[in-house]
């Protein structure tokens, strides 16, 4: 047992050398934490107890007792979100001593919050109408309740709709925790940079990838495996990718892409086209096409008495 | 501050008012709650234990104590069960006034649960074939044991099982909870609608859409990321999708369909068929016909010495 | 209520009895309990506290502490794991009366654990090339903190390169269960048996499957929905699977597989080659050719005008 | 083993009988849960919470968001209190076969925990005076806020003016239960039914014990281990004790007594009187009177150098 | 702040010396655990919902289902009381190496928790003749429920039965730290050792001591504050007290001792004797005696207007 | 049940207003939390696990990792420990507007922390010498681990120590809490302002009161019950009492007071005096005198036959 001993000590000593752990290790300049996942799954669902009353957060809240609960939730989301954005400040400025204590940024955090709250209104607005495209597109869906409830497309659109707002507020890395949380519980990998509009609706979602640098028009629907991708990207001198170039789809108004189509590139597919599934496009689509596969050509059906 | 602090309590009065909240709100007439997700995690999880003690509950229980830990487990099911099926028959009358304290509703919330254990059993039986089915399907399989603790399919059939049941049985809003959560967990999203035979197995599994109206028959094995979808469904005079009207696929017995394949629409794939890989379907396969795709016509290998 | 009353207690004693949980039971012989899925979570919890300090653990570790929170963390570990894996040697032994007083296994289990241990500033090392990976083959990468907190890449190659070394230590049952945390958690299912070169990232991930006897080199990346996979499987003569053939791809150095791209089979992609995606590959691909879809032939585009 | 096994399959079957569990045995005659201490521990929170706010419950209440924090606490009592209220009535009515779900009894129980809702502003004012006499009456306490924060007597008298109202209003056994939480954390025996005017404090308070029937008046001051007891009761004819007979003392205003100091008996101590320590008094004390022990008989001094 | 790290560095470089921990530091051997508190309080609630079915543990048991429940509870406590026994076993001996894994102990550990689940029928039967004294023996006791739901007696004496039981039956350590559990929760000191018959109470509680060679006979009844403790204690050569020697009282049956009465030695109260409140008693009594204090010799009432 | 729901607004509405809660809210200037009762029972617990480890905290620490568990909990001690001081000082500021962001209150915590750390080894010490007096001065203590795995005097003596010196070090409100932690657990009430020696030990201790001025010396022991308490206290002006003036008792070295003796005033009992049970005190004792009560005069025993 002493050599196993030994040998374990060896090890700790060795991982705790750093040139063992160097970029892996996260220095906190001032003693202070990052952004919590816990914490931010606490910040998702109190918005959602906000935007949608009597589904999350308190069931029992009524007419009488609504304003109370939302004070609290939008009290307690406040302090939360304002600690958050602090800790997100403060890891973009990792060169700086005292960070979370420094009144400038404690000052900025506040009023990013703030702005978000007054945003939520218009939160509640835009998720409504994703609501409504998702009942109007889905002959399966029975209610708005079992909607709101259960569908994992309106999961990931809440979450992505909340960090693509504090995206554009400047808050650093919080927005992708927000919207990889949604993409493990729902397969749909929304990056916080993408743009997309009102009435939106994704079927069943599992494998849908949007993009950084998409853009969404408005009554947009996408089924399971969908990709909105880029197509390659330029490399900077040094071979290393540069970052920010736009490189994914423009998805114009009323476009319909069907299962595991993916679509490449800056391109855009014009108002009201609809590409077929496990179709595979990488050019500009005009208003109105429909894209779909030459099946008869592509598949051969060998039948059991051959 | 103060500035903040006035546009936080707009904000606070704006979402309180019902023009802001409207159909995003649930109102519960007789102030009684909805259905539970935590709770009906409890419940899958009881199921869970009672089908296959060992593995899940209490791992201690052995032959002496199987009859005690079984007769708790279900004990505790009847409540939980008739709890949250009352919460669902309540959901679905939205517009009566005290539902949870009616004696009837109570009464049918309790004959279903009821009914729900009387069929473990066979749901027992059930998802033994579906264990035998990976077992025998997956070379890489090395015991049950492998297949029950650790198979996100097991996981998302025998939630399937338990809530195509509960569908049956009238349940509303639950059954596709139950399904959700399996969907969320493994990335397999079966409709509780669908009917689906014994020795049924899914490999991998990610991405497995299964719509309302398919119809599976025994000894069925899907691969990841296999679609059975609608082609297209009918509207009605407003423009709404028509509800309830058949439009999945039906699988006869022996049909295996490979990863990525689609197959849409309310057609056939005769008995012991097979689909390759990354197909696309929307005719009637014939008894026992393989359809593959014609892969020289359609890629090109572009070497590097070109 | 009687008769329901009756109805329970015979479903009970139905559910009790052998001939009903038959090979659905486990029975543990030594009442000694199965691997722990929750316990199993925490160790890969102090995995990735000691390998990415300050990102997982204690969030305020600094270069004075880091010797003390891994001299913990490592403790901890060795504690738990031991008792992990004396689980999975007993769990593989059913036939054995008292498993776990046996000192033989419990030293076997230990000296696994700390040869694990030792094996972690390696592991460390490789995790290292897969953050470097990730961050110069995404542009929308912001930094290397936004990788190790938020892509699920990582996530799932940590949990595959822990199991993958347990695997190699001859560790029952734990590997598989450890993979299949990642699966469920990001999407993507890397069978432990695999073995994957240093440099390894996926982008995005959802619907990524990995088969048992697949073989990566270094610097390969794979883009969402990609299955390495088998063609087919040879059956014995009870027409069961016969395990443990090689008849997954073997992936070159360097290469690259775009989204939802399928290769299938015991095949070669030759050192430097690219996949595009959507394709379906079931033969050898020579050293850095390109292979790509004829998409003019094979879509039609109707437009509107038509 | 199979010895023991069968052993404790007899203890089994013992304790299941009802021969053996007979009167310990709480039988539930609709199947409907007695009070929970768990839920009732909740409930003393959020009056506290109320009572004192910014001392607990939510501690960053402030002037602007204070009503939404009353507003949701009273809202969550509300539902809380009716739910347990009607337990307390179901369990005095053991002999009805539905009580939770009879109209009447849950009409009766929401109208009991809305009037004890509308006493919180009077039970505000009386703890206020509670504390002040806290405060003037003990050198050590250096403010308001550590008396609210540590005091114990401040926490028990805050059980038992909740319980005592509640008592009044009809409730069973909830009181008690309230009553003996604070004994348990405090050392601090205050019966429900007792009836204590304002600016009462305890000071130390273990061993404080206040029984059934004890009347005490205005700014009445006690130390630890004072017993106001009965000196004995009447029995009827079986034997058994008669309940509900006056049997305690009653103490005018202005009365202080030292620490276990013992008072019997339906006696009274008149206004501004004080008992001296460990005293044993059994007649009544008249107004103004200053009772002491005659120590110089009582105690023999032994010096060392006799 | 280097010099703060400094000396931080120093206070555990001094903390993890030998010199500095000595008797301080709890040496286990084998490396295994003591006895868990938390298990212990998790042992005696499964005791108490046995022996108080419908009170603790699950509410709704019913006649139909309490075979399940008791079976499951004494499943749960064979395997709990089972490890901490042997826990207890090793920490008694702590100077071998391998205890816990030794089949001697582990099978001795199994035996006396048997033999502990063989006495439950006793034990209930006791502790019911215990609840039948507390309501008897007070006025303001309104029922059963009322004595087993909220008395501290009925906990104090249930923890003090299960402990001399253990205690017995030779487990070390244990049954103090089940005593003292209740002696934390109510305020009254049984050591396990102490012998008390049935029909034991014990009025309010708060400040009761009872000695480890304490003899109690049947029906006898304690006030609070009461003392049953040792007048002086034996000194061996070395000036340590000499463990063991019978040094407390004996209380023949029907005796009654009121408030704050110390009783010291090794004296015997008589059969049915009483004993007034906060007198001390170092002298046998005789049967049926009433030992009262001179009150009129011993207190000076000073009137107000003297 | 609208009347019902404006009789509860209307409250809400009163309990909100100003004039309701008044000098019973508190106010947080800067909007900074007070100290957490939950954080400190952390704090307690950690330094528990460091001044002896293997009772508490991780019960595996051995002699090859002591040094990391000692850091780790160090390490977390310090982070604690600044941040609850932080809050206890902002506590007694309540009129300056940002203190927890302030530069010199935060430097203020961080330098008593480390000050608090460095008495660590020191407190061992201590401590370990209660242990020791609690076993030289127990015969039914069977060994160190019972004492400090269960006595409540060690539990009660360790937080008095820590909340002593937390005192000396000049923090505000957090001293008072921790003792009251002890309090409610075990009875004990001493005052963090006392003063006391080594070798201090209580038995039973519930009961036990020690005064904010109280001093004892080495080697002392109390038995339950026992108040060392003011006689009186002057009062100011106001009729308020004035703060701060010694008024409890000085015991010397090697006293013992028995249970339930009260010692009252400014006095002193001289070096190695024993106070009999149940006596009270107000006057000095001379060194070694044994004052006891003059039992043969005070009792009537009046004999059945009587």
């Not at 000593?13 to 970029?23: P, T």
């Not at 906000?50 to 304003?67: A, L």
């Not at 476009?255 to 086209?273: C, D, H, K, M």
């Amino acid at each position: 047992m002493t050599n196993d001993s030994d040998m374990t000590k060896r090890t700790i000593k060795e991982l705790s050398e750093y040139g063992s752990y160097g970029d892996l290790y996260l220095s906190h300049k001032g003693g202070e934490p990052l952004p919590s996942g816990i914490v931010l799954k606490e910040i998702v669902t109190l918005v959602r107890a906000i935007i949608f009353p009597g589904y999350f957060g308190d069931p029992m809240v009524n007419k009488n007792t609504i304003q109370y609960h939302i004070g609290v939730n939008i009290d307690n989301l406040q302090t939360l979100l304002t600690e958050q954005i602090l800790a997100g400040i403060c890891y973009s400025k990792r060169n700086c001593e005292i960070c979370q204590d420094n009144n400038e940024n404690r000052h900025k955090a506040k009023e990013i919050a703030t702005k978000f709250i007054a945003y939520l209104p218009e939160l509640r607005r835009l998720l409504g109408t994703d609501v409504e495209a998702a009942y109007n597109g889905d002959p399966a869906a029975e209610s708005y309740e079992e909607i709101i409830f259960c569908y994992p497309a309106i999961r990931a659109i809440s979450n992505y709709r909340m960090a693509h707002k504090l995206q554009e507020l400047g808050v650093p890395l919080i927005p992708r925790m927000i919207t990889e949380m949604a993409h493990s519980e729902t397969g749909i990998d929304i990056h916080p940079g993408a743009v997309i509009g009102e009435y939106f609706t994704i079927d069943h979602g599992t494998g849908v990838v949007i993009g950084q640098t998409a853009i969404i028009g408005k009554n947009v629907k996408l089924y399971q495996g969908v990709t909105l991708g880029a197509k390659s990207f330029p490399l900077d001198e040094d071979g290393k990718p540069i970052k920010g170039i736009p490189r994914h789809p423009i998805l114009e108004d009323n476009v319909i892409i069907y299962s595991n189509a993916t679509i490449l590139g800056r391109i855009t597919i014009g108002e009201g086209a609809s590409i077929g599934g496990n179709i595979w496009v990488t050019k500009n689509v005009p208003k109105g096409a429909k894209v779909i596969q030459n099946r008869t050509k592509e598949v051969s059906v060998i039948t059991d008495d051959k």
